[in-house]
């Protein structure tokens, strides 16, 4: 078995998570993925992966090894695909998005990429967490909120802009009234949303006024997506995408609060690692990602 093979074999295993996933993948015995494990462990003269009964990581040397395989192997993918059908795009794509965005965002698009590229494998993970992009095998991470990493490994391409503004229903507004400006908004159950510091204080702009506001209320999550249906149910008010209320909006179950004053835009960033710059997959990925983005852009009232 020569290098280039047991390289192959310990990217697998890496992007499969472990031993007999890569096993079961590559059509081998988990002996034969043992053997060249320890056969390139050996040749290398140093420990790629820590295992254990429940888990298997990455050693220092066994991230280089794997960048740079992932690296090696990306470049002779591309190298082959350009002898083929320019339009043709196929491969494993892994995504990692938050479980809001990624419902919301990125699911609506996924039939257009699938359907484009039918030789596609496509894997969405939905986690409100951050990722590492090597040690968890995801080609590109869908982030908003937060700056990209400031770090020459990883591109950052813009997807998505948009504002958050205050929402809640019909019935939460009769029975306690609309507040006349953000210092009444402490007297109204605040849907908070929560970050991994806590709850996330309401930043409103109206021209150049600028306010923030602690919200006050029993309810908290961590998901757009949650705050958005509690306010639904009538239990207080939200502060949300614009994406995430339209629909809502629109058939008159969410009313705006304070309609001159809105949140700063949010940015939403597509990550991935340089070595995947240029590579089929993720051109194709964004491009079905842009399509379609006047309707994220639509105004609710």
Do not use: N
Not at 139 to 146: N, P
Not at 205 to 220: I, Y
Not at 280 to 295: H, N, P, S, T, V
């Amino acid at each position: 078995m020569d290098l280039f093979s047991r390289m192959a074999t310990f990217v697998r295993i890496v992007d499969t998570g472990s031993l007999s996933a890569a096993a079961r993948s590559l059509r081998l015995s988990l002996p034969a993925v043992s053997r060249q494990l320890t056969a390139l462990e050996e040749e290398l003269g140093a420990r790629l992966l820590v295992r254990s009964t429940r888990r298997m990581s990455l050693t220092d040397a066994g991230r280089k090894w794997y960048e740079g395989s992932s690296r090696i192997l990306h470049q002779v993918e591309e190298t082959r695909a350009q002898l083929e059908s320019p339009g043709d795009v196929h491969g494993h794509l892994v995504i990692s998005a938050s479980i809001s965005i990624g419902l919301g965002l990125v699911v609506p698009r996924l039939p257009r990429l699938a359907e484009r590229h039918p030789r596609l494998r496509i894997e969405l993970r939905l986690e409100d967490r951050l990722t590492d992009l090597v040690g968890e095998a995801v080609d590109v991470a869908i982030r908003g909120g937060s700056a990209p990493p400031d770090s020459i490994a990883y591109v950052a391409q813009s997807l998505w802009r948009f504002p958050r503004r205050l929402f809640a229903s019909p019935g939460y507004l009769r029975r306690r009234g609309r507040p006349s400006g953000p210092a009444e908004l402490v007297k109204h159950e605040g849907l908070r949303q929560l970050a991994s510091l806590g709850p996330v204080p309401w930043r409103l702009q109206c021209g150049d006024e600028l306010r923030e506001v602690e919200p006050r209320g029993r309810l908290a999550c961590h998901a757009p997506l949650a705050l958005r249906d509690l306010a639904l149910a009538g239990l207080g008010i939200a502060l949300l995408p614009d994406w995430v209320a339209a629909d809502h909006v629109r058939s008159g179950r969410l009313r705006r609060v304070l309609p001159e004053w809105e949140s700063a835009a949010v940015a939403t960033w597509a990550i991935y690692r340089t070595e995947l710059r240029g590579a089929r997959k993720i051109r194709a990925f964004l491009e079905a990602m842009a399509y379609d983005q006047g309707r994220d852009r639509e105004e609710v009232d």
